[in-house]
């Protein structure tokens, strides 16, 4: 699937809204009463669009679910007039660019912390713990990146999916180019080097390499 950015989230939002507004012009009653099973699967639309774009464990998620425990398909009337609500208030939080950047500022300076640390280790002559260390925050930013791009991190079997695959993944979704995907494949095979006690198969400064690699990644991909 592709890669959205915050423009189509918007669009796709406005997209789902528009149903109701269609809706309205349709009823012959502000309650939308005689509309009754087309409420039920606007409802359903709009918990998806809240599924897909808020993200896991926000107050948007919290709130859809505190809707749908008190009043589930029940009350599809009610529920879908307080998903849109929360779709609108989604939408504007993705129109001023403070729910993109809270996250990725966070997650950068996590990023930005471990891999200074991976650079210490590496002035100390402690070149495999660093390798280790920053392969940990090139994971860790692929699956940050899969996230945010709604692509799946689990194998479906319920287990993580591994890094390579995710590397994959984001290259096809057009998050970054295949260039790129091959320079992210030759750190995970160090970072597996590292991880193995293969350490006679990379030096020092192909690691210096390597982590400046991850920190310019980090940089153009946040997460």
Known sequence: MPALDATEVIRQIDEALSIRVEMRKRSKFDDLSDLKHELEEIAIVFAQAIDRF?????????????????HGANNAHYTQIKYAGILQALKRA?????????????????????????????SEGFKDPAAVMAGGVLEECLRKLSLKHGLSIDDGSGKPKKASSMNDDLTKAKVYE???QKSVTSWLDLRNKAAHGKYLEYDKNQVAVYLQGIRDFVVRHPA
């Open 54 to 70: 808020a993200p896991p464990g926000s107050v948007y998620c919290r709130s859809a679910e505190a809707v749908f425990k008190e």
């Open 94 to 122: 993705y129109q001023s660019g403070y729910l993109q950047s809270v996250h990725e500022l966070v997650h950068a300076d996590l990023f930005a912390d471990f891999l200074e640390m991976a650079e210490y280790l590496l």
């Open 178 to 180: 295949k260039l790129e």
